[in-house]
């Protein structure tokens, strides 16, 4: 995935805090504070991956294309379309035969 995991902060944070608790904690407490910090944010980034995981499955059963399809497409659709003369069927600016009937004149928009 190319991203450390959340159980990667979590097991060393409490490595780090757990060794300087062992040694010194008087004197390794900075340790001992980032080892705990650490093992919160492995828990909290745990957790949210969890989250974002279950969430992606609940998304991509709902809506299987949301990410083929631009929101803003629809207001282009408009701005890139011309009209065939022979049956009506908006065709892209740039298409030189209605893919429709094949017909060459459009009216433009
Ligand atoms: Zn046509």
Same mark, same amino acid.
């Given at each position: 995935m190319?991203? /450390?995991?959340?159980? @990667?902060?979590? /097991?060393?944070?409490?490595?780090?805090?757990? /060794?300087?608790? /062992?040694?010194?904690l008087? +004197?390794?407490? %900075?340790? !001992?504070?980032?080892g705990?910090?650490? @093992?919160?944010?492995?828990? @909290? #980034?745990?957790? !949210?991956?969890?989250?974002e995981?279950y969430h992606? #499955?609940?998304n +991509?059963?709902?809506?299987?294309?949301?990410?083929?399809t631009?929101?803003q497409? =629809?207001?282009? %659709? #408009?701005?890139?379309? +011309? &009209?065939c003369?022979?049956c009506?069927?908006?065709?892209?600016? %740039?298409? +030189?035969f $209605? &893919?429709? $009937?094949g =017909?060459?004149n459009? &009216?433009?928009?």
């Amino acid at each position: 995935m190319g991203r /450390i995991h959340g159980s @990667a902060y979590l /097991i060393i944070g409490f490595f780090v805090s757990f /060794i300087s608790w /062992i040694f010194d904690l008087r +004197k390794l407490i %900075v340790f !001992f504070v980032v080892g705990l910090i650490m @093992a919160l944010y492995g828990g @909290a #980034r745990m957790g !949210f991956d969890i989250y974002e995981y279950y969430h992606e #499955r609940k998304n +991509k059963k709902n809506q299987p294309m949301q990410q083929q399809t631009h929101p803003q497409q =629809h207001s282009q %659709v #408009r701005s890139t379309t +011309k &009209h065939c003369k022979s049956c009506g069927t908006p065709n892209h600016l %740039v298409s +030189k035969f $209605c &893919h429709q $009937c094949g =017909h060459t004149n459009f &009216h433009m928009m």
